[in-house]
């Protein structure tokens, strides 16, 4: 579903991503692992038009969509919520929900009641403006706020970044869910156990380089990259 072919991504002068190339199959949980300033966010920001590369391809659905800008990549179906929500603190929960809200063909459709259902805070506090929710409450909202555009792949930045243990477990609980629903997802993290556990295929990112890439259990048997996973 998405093709990232050994894109290199500046910000200025600053050369940040070299070469970096990455597959995601449709219907899989693909995971980005590496340490902080790794180039896990800047490789997400390349994919959805935020920094977009100055060499390289990026392929959705076999269509060339290297800097296109993101709000055309959210119609054809690439939703991303970042580590840092930008939420509209201002608004309500339910606003924020409603401006995102985006119909796409098929039978399965996130609206807002299905995801009410799926983070069930979101739903108590419906009234409440997006700047007084907690942590995590916000970052449930960010999801929400993705879902509801019914995106064919879903971009998540650190979703566990700063989160209590069983605010993360909840997360995991989700994310499962969403799997199952069939969505496809590329999950940039730093909690290592949070992210095999749920997913299919990992790449690891150090330095602006993919130095590794492999199925769950390769990684774990590989020592090498436990040590710079930190497992």
Sequence with gaps: MLEVQKIHTFYGLSHILFDVSLTVEGGQVVCLLGRNGAGKTTTLKSIMGLAPPKKGKILFKGEPVSGKPPYLLCR????????????????????????????????????????????????????????????????????????????????LDEPTEGLAPAMVQIFRDRIRLLKRSGLTV????????????????????????????GTVAEIQENDDIRKICGI
């Design 76 to 155: 054809k179906g690439i939703g991303f919520v970042p580590d840092d929500r930008r939420i509209f603190a201002d608004l309500t929960v339910f606003e924020n929900l409603e401006i995102a809200l985006r119909k796409r063909n098929g039978q399965d459709q996130w609206d807002i009641p299905r995801v009410f259902e799926l983070f069930p805070p979101l739903k108590k506090y419906s009234t409440r403006k997006g700047g007084l929710l907690s942590g995590g409450e916000q970052k449930m909202l960010a999801i929400a706020r993705a879902l509801v555009g019914n995106p064919e792949c879903l971009l």
């Design 186 to 213: 590329l999950l940039a993290e730093q909690n290592v156990k949070f992210t095999l556990n749920l997913s299919d295929y990992g790449y690891i990112i150090d330095d602006g380089r993919i130095c590794y890439q």
